[in-house]
């Protein structure tokens, strides 16, 4: 099956900081997620982006479906987006007809 | 637009005993997903329901079954319920053809 890997796994940043996480996967996709997974659970999408570039307020996402990466980029961060940052991919009509999840980055937004 | 709804919220069971849980998908979306996941790890895929019927299977043993009823929503059992099942049980919903995933808030299942 498909896997997806992700860095780093383990971020610290100060409050107004910028970053990006990366997901590398290993097969073509056709969906691919970008998930922030708040301290109570909830998994909120973040950016359903299978390719190209999309932005949402500070918060923009590139994937590169030919080099099979994908960016997550966040700035000017807040303690709001502490948290793990997951990606997440799927391959519609490939043997493995799921979505997949990285191992996730556990960002950290200190004030 | 009510999103994809779980319940209960929080359960917890005995070892042994038997668990059921509820998902109704996100209005539009007829296909659901769920996803057991464990402290600290990365949602693990169980299975997945397609006009009543189960379409795709994780590495799960047959203690977790599951149902879809007409109206799209969906239940997940788990029998003879272990230490090891505690986790959060998240339910995704989809269309078919393509698109996003939406996840509930899930369900958090303590074994004790």
């Known amino acids: 099956g498909i896997q997806v890997e992700q860095s780093p796994p383990d971020l610290i940043l100060q409050e107004g900081a910028n970053s990006t996480l990366r997901c590398n996967f290993s097969d073509s996709v056709n969906n691919l997620q970008w998930f922030h997974q708040n301290p109570w659970g909830q998994l909120i999408n973040l950016f359903y982006?299978?390719?190209g570039t999309k932005q949402n307020g500070r918060l923009s996402a590139t994937t590169v479906a030919t080099e099979r990466y994908s960016l997550l980029y966040i700035s000017s961060s807040q303690t709001t987006d502490s948290g793990v940052h997951f990606c997440?991919?799927?391959?519609?009509?490939?043997?493995?007809?799921?979505?997949?999840f990285g191992t996730g980055t556990l960002l950290a937004v200190q004030p | 637009d009510a999103g994809v709804t779980q319940s209960p919220t929080h359960l917890i069971k005995t070892r042994g005993q038997q668990v059921t849980l509820r998902c109704s998908p996100k209005s539009g979306h007829d296909t659901v997903s769920w996803y057991q996941q464990a402290l600290g790890q990365g949602p693990q895929f169980i299975f997945q329901y397609y006009e009543e019927e189960e379409r795709q299977r994780g590495n799960f043993p047959d203690r977790f079954s599951g149902h879809q009823f007409p109206n799209y929503s969906s239940e997940l059992n788990v029998n003879a319920l272990l230490l090891g099942d505690s986790a959060l049980y998240l339910c995704a919903s989809s269309i078919a053809q393509g698109g996003g995933y939406t996840f509930g808030s899930g369900t958090r299942l303590t074994v004790v």
């Open positions: 982006i299978p390719s």
């Open positions: 997440a991919v799927l391959n519609y009509g490939g043997a493995t007809n799921k979505l997949i």
